[in-house]
């Protein structure tokens, strides 16, 4: 093999890696405990697919077509985002490009996502997508008000002893500590309020919670 070609194939190379390795930072995401998700996120609601078809989205810098997912959606119940209805949502076509698979089944979702400059959602492997049956009651009912009364407290994510909060306005999320999984009881049946002395806790319950509550309280 010539130099020419030699220098070639290593320049082919080092771009097919670092194309690769883009792809895969664009869709590695760090846990999000659903408190997280939901204040982080533009629009979150619960909907049902209804529809599919993949659908031309212009061009990237290169001239490529780009290629969406459009699902077209009913939508159950608003949670967060503008006051119009959607009836679809978008998403990249694969999961290598972080595209999510919903099922045409019947399926109820809760959806987080983004909204974009010409109004239409946009959803992601990184946003909180769920079937609305596996939500346990206290995430229900905390989209209605509950984790948007702790959307100015910090959730830090601890993975290994020792873990600590650097201020009173953070909750120390043990899951993977404790449970070996990111979806356990704190996920599932807490919230990180932010209390009366603008310190924040950990709540658990579904009852409205007390302004000034203790930590440890379960109604």
């Known amino acids: 093999m010539t130099w020419t070609a030699n220098s070639c194939f290593v320049t082919l190379t080092i771009l097919f890696l670092w194309r690769v390795e883009e792809i895969a930072e664009a869709c590695s995401c760090a846990p999000v405990h659903p408190q997280q998700a939901f204040c982080n996120s533009d629009v979150v609601i619960r909907a049902k697919v209804v529809g599919e078809q993949l659908v031309d989205a212009g061009n990237d810098i290169y ?77 229900k009912k905390s989209l209605t008000q509950r984790y948007e009364m702790g959307c100015d407290c910090k959730i830090t994510r601890c993975r290994f002893i020792p873990c600590m909060i650097s201020s009173p306005a953070e909750c120390l999320w043990t899951d993977w500590l404790i449970e070996k999984t990111y979806n356990g009881g704190q996920a599932k049946h807490f919230a990180c309020i932010k209390r009366s002395d603008d310190s924040c806790a950990w709540y658990r319950g579904e009852a409205q919670p007390k302004r000034d509550f203790l930590d440890i309280e379960d109604p």
């Open 63 to 139: 001239g490529n077509s780009i290629k969406r997912i459009k699902y077209d959606i009913k939508q159950i119940k608003m949670f967060k985002g503008p006051t119009h209805v959607f009836d679809a949502i978008y998403t990249a076509p694969t999961s290598a490009v972080c595209g999510v698979t919903l099922e045409n089944n019947g399926t109820e979702y809760l959806l987080t996502g983004k909204l974009h400059a010409d109004g239409t959602m946009h959803i992601a492997v990184c946003d909180f997508i769920e079937p609305w049956e596996a939500t346990s009651a206290t995430q």
